[in-house]
């Protein structure tokens, strides 16, 4: 049962556009959703994150929406650079026991295209 | 200091040892979190500690054996492997209730 779902495994961007990543999940329990950034061999950076009562989070070249109705969320990055090639991974978190548990889609790989 | 430190960042075993892996960090963090990552594949939860008590344990097998002796270190230890335990081991830590998770760079771990 996958609850996070990344469908899109690759994605390629011409460097200066907008890159968009798109995220679905199931559970309405859920109350953080949570983009991470990875490099091989290097564990996952947190990138940006969104609160379940909110509908945009913005942080530069960084903006997530959320659509709770639809259960989706987006990662934009404009204007896409190098440095972006990278594995993104989408998250949901839920307050399960006293802890935040976070759970992962299965990841998008961005490459970004001089 | 906003890391989180992992060692061995390289370990390889047989089937019959016991080793363990270490976790830290002095970022005032009360829960941490261990995950495992196989290739091309997201980071599966294995434990959660919150406030040095086990949380959440995601039916791991018996072999893999948590410890967090207090809130900055969390230790995995390992016994009796399978060459299937083969993985990237991530350890993570947060601040409560916002879920984002600071991460090691992970313990690459080899069973033989």
């Known amino acids: 049962d996958q609850q996070v779902k990344q469908n899109s495994p690759s994605l390629s961007v011409q460097e200066g556009r907008i890159s968009i990543l798109n995220c679905d999940y199931t559970?309405?329990?859920?109350?953080?959703f949570l983009w991470y950034k990875k490099y091989p061999a290097e564990g996952p950076t947190f990138l940006i994150s969104?609160?379940?009562?909110?509908d945009k989070n913005e942080d530069g070249r960084f903006t997530v929406f959320l659509n709770k109705s639809a259960k989706h969320l987006s990662l934009h990055i404009v204007p896409s650079q190098p440095g972006d090639s990278a594995v993104y991974f989408c998250?949901?978190?839920?307050?399960?026991?006293?802890?935040?548990?976070?759970?992962f889609g299965q990841g998008t790989r961005l490459t970004i295209n001089p | 200091d906003t890391e989180v430190t992992q060692t061995p960042k390289h370990l390889v075993m047989g089937m019959t040892n016991k080793k363990s892996l270490k976790c830290e960090q002095h970022?005032?963090?009360?829960?941490m979190y261990w995950y495992k990552q196989k290739a091309k594949k997201p980071p599966e939860l294995m434990f959660v500690?919150?406030?040095?008590?086990?949380?959440i344990n995601e039916s791991v097998p018996s072999r893999f054996s948590p410890e967090c002796p207090n809130s900055s270190l969390l230790n995995l230890h390992l016994h009796a492997l399978q060459p299937e335990d083969s993985a990237l081991y991530l350890c993570?830590?947060?601040?409560?209730?916002?879920?984002?998770?600071?991460f090691g760079e992970g313990s690459r771990l080899t069973v033989l």
């Open positions: 559970n309405s329990m859920f109350d953080y």
């Open positions: 993570a830590s947060s601040r409560q209730f916002t879920g984002e998770l600071f």
């Open positions: 998250a949901a978190s839920a307050l399960i026991q006293g802890a935040q548990k976070l759970v």
């Open positions: 970022m005032g963090h009360r829960a």
């Open positions: 500690y919150s406030y040095e008590k086990l949380s």
């Open positions: 969104i609160s379940s009562i909110k």
